[in-house]
């Protein structure tokens, strides 16, 4: 008997970690055992308001990304008087697990991908609706959910066939240029005629250190765009994957603060406080997207909490640089241990 305990140690000790993890990613005192996030989020400058007359936009590369990031934005810059616009850029059609649970199939075929696409665009519109953006101030680029990169790279002039979709075009309803085959040089000039249309005084977009590729990779294309257009300042970023199990605790915990996202604490944050009812109303966007909170519902509840990030920049302070620089030659000359 004291044998086979012995031979068999590690299979308690497996489930001890593995209810010791369950407890630190679900429960929300767990965390402050561990670190001091929440003083760290407290103490974080406050992010200016929004002002009378401003035109924001808020660019999405997946339907929920708007919500997650800035569903309380959204409201702020409303109640200030700036006028919202949300501009998606793909359908959300790249999910295969989605499409599964939704159509009770193993391997969801193209069409059953662009259904989802399809049902997506349309939760999209009812949470947009529930942030107080109309129809009217909102635009759906519809190119490949997954294939950002490529139309950044090896197909910015050749379409690229969607790999979940089948499709080389767009195809969602009510897209801003339907039929427009996917190339980079037409997401670009869709992401112009956004701009021209909207003239925005501040753009929000991810962080060039969101580790989902879409998101990145739309980084690049606004940053490469604004530039051409000398209007580097208006735009503002956020982080949606921010890290591994980010953001922490899951599940619905609406007084616990949004921390800094693991992948980009070096960015100069900012945060937004968010009142009660403005959480509420968030946490109603979120479950619009029905498609995804049936898989994702903890992960994306967990966006609804007393604040938000944003960022002036999409990188570190040159001064937080330069330090990391210097000590990185301390390191190499031998003389910090």
């Not at 939704?102 to 997506?120: E, F, H, I, N, W």
Request: proline letters at 9%; a neutral charge; aromatic letters at 8%.
């Amino acid at each position: 008997m004291l044998k086979s305990i012995a031979r068999n140690w590690w299979l308690p000790a497996l489930v001890l970690l593995a209810l010791a993890l369950a407890a630190w990613i679900n429960l929300p005192r767990m965390l402050p055992v561990f670190d001091r996030s929440d003083q760290r989020v407290a103490a974080l400058p406050a992010a200016l308001p929004f002002t009378s007359g401003q035109r924001v936009l808020f660019l999405a590369p997946h339907p929920d990304d708007e919500t997650l990031c800035c569903g309380g934005m959204i409201q702020q810059a409303q109640a200030a008087g700036a006028t919202a616009y949300i501009a998606w850029i793909t359908a959300g059609d790249g999910f295969e697990f989605d499409a599964a649970l939704m159509d009770r199939a193993v391997r969801p075929s193209p069409a059953q991908m662009r259904d989802l696409g399809q049902t997506r665009a349309r939760e999209a519109g009812r949470a947009a609706a529930i942030l107080g953006v109309p129809a009217a101030r909102t635009f759906m680029l519809g190119y490949p959910d997954g294939g950002l990169f490529y139309l950044f790279t090896t197909n910015y002039d050749q379409p690229y066939r969607a790999r979940h979709t089948g499709a080389s075009a767009v195809y969602v309803d009510g897209a801003l240029t339907p039929g427009a085959p996917f190339t980079g040089r037409n997401l670009h000039d869709d992401l112009a005629r956004v701009l021209d249309t909207v003239k925005p005084d501040v753009v929000l977009v991810p962080a060039p250190q969101d580790a989902h590729p879409d998101h990145h990779t739309l980084t690049y294309m606004m940053l490469r765009l604004v530039g051409e257009r000398q209007q580097e300042p208006t735009l503002h970023f956020w982080v949606v994957h921010g890290g591994l199990e980010w953001p922490l605790p899951k599940g619905l915990h609406e007084t616990l603060p949004l921390t800094v996202p693991p992948r980009a604490t070096g960015l100069p944050w900012e945060r937004v406080a968010l009142t009660p009812e403005q959480v509420q109303v968030k946490w109603q966007a979120i479950r619009a997207y029905r498609t995804q909170t049936e898989v994702l519902g903890r992960f994306m509840e967990a966006f609804a909490r007393a604040n938000e990030l944003v960022s002036p920049s999409p990188l570190p302070p040159l001064t937080a640089l330069a330090e990391n620089k210097a000590e990185a030659a301390l390191l190499v000359s031998g003389q910090m241990k």
